[in-house]
């Protein structure tokens, strides 16, 4: 019974975290696609040229609920593969408070968040040029029509039913509570499989293995909840993995972002990709700084 009300406690602050974040989200996407029109679409094209260095600082922020808004925002097609990536990889959540509580010093957390900012920042650059240069080629546009009508007709929210401000507040409100339900209800199929399995297990797995430990830490990265980053980086502060691996750990670690991904973008094949490549990205990253011999 304790577990379960611990599993359920869990379950509630993580998702609380990123309501807002959602429901903003929402508001403006609805906003975007009821007001702006046709004008719309060529601001996202302009806008998608910087989006990876917005996304890689934004990112660095601690909390979890900005990769699940950029989720959002790359399935309605608001922003761009490559800004979405930068987000992905920079984004911080739990790591920067273990951090603090461990007394580390600033210069060093400000070591790691520009560390992660700018390998996403990098990485959405080179992501995007590829794909312009792919679309260019086949002479198509760099982004895809915006797609917020289609998240609409996915949920049932009867978004062009009502244009006005009260209207947009509702479709909003509607795809909120949505997505929330369904996080909840992961979230709490992961927080009580991670229960079951012991932190102290999946912590066993990644400092028992070395040579692995960039490849081990890329996949508990991989698992949309905060207690990858908190295993992590505690190994960390325990030296049982090198800052590289930690690293590859939280680059890859996208928070709820990658949950909501395959929520709420009907592509699925598309998803696998993305997540590959994030996974990519990271675990070679943290695999590049042990071998530079980059650390705290």
Known sequence: MDLLIDVIKDTGIDALKILPFLFVTYLLMETLE????????????????????????????????????????????????????????????????????????????????????????????IIDFIIHRYHKIRNMSLNDPLQIDALCEKEHCHCEEDESNAGIFKSALVHTVHIFIYIIIITFILNTAIALIGEDTLSGFLSGAPVLSHIIAGIIGLIPNCAASIIITELYLEGMITFGSMMSGLLVGAGIGLLVLFRVNPKIKANINITIILYFIGTISGLLIDLLGIAL
């Open 34 to 125: 009821h007001h702006a029109g046709e004008h719309t679409q060529e601001l996202v094209e302009k806008s998608g040229h910087f989006g990876p260095l917005l996304g890689g600082l934004f990112g660095v922020i601690p909390q979890c609920g900005f990769s699940a808004a950029a989720s959002n925002l790359y399935a309605g097609r608001v922003i761009t593969l490559g800004t979405l990536i930068a987000i992905y990889l920079s984004t911080s959540d739990e790591m920067l408070p273990l951090l603090i509580s461990a007394q580390v010093p600033l210069s060093m957390m400000l070591y790691t968040l520009l560390i992660k900012a700018v390998i996403g920042i990098i990485a959405g650059f």
